[in-house]
């Protein structure tokens, strides 16, 4: 019923009208989690790359409450029970950290339970469900609209990786091993190209030879954590922008979201992938790369805002590979793209043909750009250090 084999599965459901077989499955999910009231409406949500994400209107004795509800993509997440035993734990260090604040359910993400008590749902066909109330008046961007809005984004990255730092207990389990392995991912990237199972290599020559050429140097960020010479965090490990959300009144970065990957790595692959982001003049998947590039005033920006928190736990070989870090990250998003494209878009959530590799060309577009001024980026972090 959901489509997990390519294109996102479009729904928009007025739960109370019409019989039919998605609109059923749902209303039993949301029926088994603990929310009280009458469901009014359910609609998809937001642009996320890998959960169906829907958000539910209720009525509780006349105010209307929002829920967001997520499938978890169980090809990517392969035990969604490990994933919320995760999240659970997170999120409940992070809310102790924010006693006393009064918007603190802004500020963390808040999971609300099954029926049976637990952190997610199954339903008829296996599928594994999980709420959390919705974020009222915040928004995620795609771009960063200005250096502050930067600084912002920056400062709430270092603040999650503070808040967790200290986590007890045993350590995070890994949702996904080897999520950011660039030799893994390298070696997937040459098991799809020698199969072109779909004949799609010859298409895109100059992107493979680009990622090619940069094989050996994109493996310096992950060399580094192995040899120990960059502690392992706990980190977030997919900040993309639209996964911080701002708060629409005052632009303020409210709360850090999507915390399906929340595991040990480096701090260096967080950082990495909001200059990714913030840094980026045009959308990941934009297909017009004429005004693509990295831009010097937001990555300036952001690094200052990561760094007013990062400073106290910050290490002289983590200030080293700032740089190189946004460059990696851009690099195994650029080669993750194209091996999704080779493989037939089957990880990804795609809205047309090309899509993959639109986004790897823009990745491959700021990967030149950032080399471009790349002595003019060292002297931005070294007066920042
Ligand atoms: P994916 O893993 O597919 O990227 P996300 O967890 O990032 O899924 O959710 C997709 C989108 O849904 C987010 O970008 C955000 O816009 C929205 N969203 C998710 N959870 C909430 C929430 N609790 N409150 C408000 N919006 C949310
Ligand atoms: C995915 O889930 P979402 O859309 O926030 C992906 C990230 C990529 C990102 C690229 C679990 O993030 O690794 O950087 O797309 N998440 C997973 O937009 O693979
Ligand atoms: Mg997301």
């Known amino acids: 019923m959901f489509d997990y084999t390519g294109g996102r599965t479009i729904l928009c459901l007025m739960i109370n009208s019409g019989t039919d077989e998605k609109q059923a499955l749902l209303r039993a999910v949301l029926d088994r989690f603990v929310i009280y009231g009458d469901v009014e409406t359910i609609v998809p949500f937001g642009k996320g790359h890998i959960n169906d994400t829907f958000v539910s209107t209720w009525n509780q004795g006349g105010t209307r409450p929002r829920y967001t509800h997520q499938r978890i993509n169980e090809r990517v997440f392969t035990r969604p029970d490990e994933v919320m035993g995760n999240i659970l734990r997170v999120t409940r260090h992070i809310r102790e950290k924010l006693e006393g604040l009064e ?76 999520f950011h392995n660039m030799e893994t991912r390298y070696t997937r990237f040459h098991q799809a190209l020698q199969k072109d199972e779909f004949g799609r290599a010859g298409g895109c020559r100059g992107e493979i030879n680009f990622l090619l050429e940069n094989e050996k140097r994109g493996s310096l960020l992950i060399r580094s954590l192995w040899e120990g010479t960059i502690p392992e965090r706990i980190c977030h490990n997919d900040t993309k922008m639209n996964n911080i959300l701002l708060d629409e009144s005052t632009g303020e970065a409210l709360c850090v979201i999507d915390l399906d990957t929340v595991m040990p790595g480096t701090s260096l692959f967080d950082l990495g992938d909001l200059i990714r982001t913030v840094t980026a003049r045009v959308p990941e998947d934009a297909q017009d790369l004429s005004g693509a590039g990295f831009d010097m005033v937001l990555f300036r920006a952001l690094v200052e805002g990561y760094l007013s928190e990062a400073r106290s736990f910050f290490i002289p070989a983590e200030y080293e590979l700032i740089r190189e870090s946004g460059r990696s990250m851009t690099q195994i998003m650029a080669l993750r793209f194209l091996t999704d494209y080779l493989e037939g878009d089957h990880y990804y959530h795609t809205e047309r043909p090309l899509h993959n590799l639109d986004r790897c060309r823009s990745q491959i577009a700021l990967i030149r750009s950032m080399d471009s001024q790349w002595e003019e980026a060292d002297r931005v972090v070294k007066e920042l250090s």
Request: hydrophobic share 35%; net charge negative.
């Open 103 to 178: 918007d603190r359910s802004r500020r963390v993400l808040t999971v609300v339970p099954g029926r049976d008590g637990k952190p997610f749902v199954r339903d008829a066909e296996g599928g594994w469900w999980r709420s959390y109330c919705f974020i009222e008046n915040a928004r995620g961007g795609d771009l960063a609209s200005s250096p502050e809005e930067a600084a912002l984004l920056g400062k709430s990255v270092g603040l999650f990786q503070n808040q967790l730092a200290d986590i007890g207990g045993e350590r995070l389990i890994e949702t996904i091993p080897g």
